[in-house]
């Protein structure tokens, strides 16, 4: 008697490599795997047939996946290089107003970029972009803020001000370009205000000057 018939069998598909697994919450290497209906004589496959499913095996918890799951790291990762090159040309746009590049500044803006991003940015990436062309931050400003909560917009709008103001001086052009900023953020004008007399309290009116950062020039 010949035995023959369709079966689904379970292969590898492919290299495989390494994924953030949800799972072990970490970098992981992976297998995928793939289901396929084959033509199969005395249960052998030998013809292939329909891909019935395919998925992403972690190899050391083992917890499988639809293959999206490839994706997600890697639009995590887009997601933060949009913030942290945005958060950059808002610091740059904003610093270029106070017209420091001196070490306190370049550190203080460090601080701001961390504030907002977690992440840790050289003297060097901010001292390149502050010597860097202007750029359209109404543009960057509207893509920030698909992804900042409440409190990033607020951190985000403080670090403008910080880096505007550091030369001292909260000028009319200044809190305009400010108020721009932070509309195009979804915040409102009277929290603006709140984080603007909280982030440059020395440069508005009736206040001493900031001591804490010396401005080697002025702009205005
Ligand atoms: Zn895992």
Redesign the pocket.
């Known amino acids: 008697m010949i035995i023959f018939g369709h079966r689904a069998y379970t292969f590898g598909a492919g290299r495989g490599g390494e994924f953030h ?1 949800p ?2 919450n970490t970098q ?1 290497p992976y297998k995928l795997k793939k289901l396929q209906r084959f033509f199969h004589l005395y249960f052998i496959p030998i013809i292939p047939l329909t891909e019935l499913q395919r998925w992403v095996e ?1 190899r ?2 083992k ?1 499988k996946y639809r293959t999206e799951v490839l994706k997600l790291k890697a639009e995590q990762e887009a997601r933060q290089k949009l913030l942290d090159d945005g958060y950059r040309a808002v610091l740059a746009h904003f610093g270029k107003m106070s017209g420091r590049s001196d070490e306190a500044f370049v550190e203080r803006l460090e601080r701001c970029f961390t504030d907002l991003t977690g992440r840790l940015l050289t003297p060097e990436q901010l001292r390149k972009d502050l010597a860097g062309g202007p750029g359209d931050i109404s543009y960057t400003a509207s893509e920030l803020r698909g992804f900042l909560t409440e409190q990033g917009r607020e951190i985000a709008v403080r670090g403008a001000v910080i880096a505007a103001t550091a030369d001292g001086t909260l000028t009319d052009a200044k809190k305009a370009a400010v108020a721009d900023f932070a509309r195009i953020l979804g915040m409102s004008d009277a929290h603006l205000l709140g984080v603007m007399a909280s982030a440059a309290p020395g440069a508005l009116p009736g206040s001493a000057p900031a001591q804490a950062l010396p401005a080697p020039r002025s702009l205005n």
């Open positions: 697994c799972q072990c992981r972690c050391l918890c917890s």
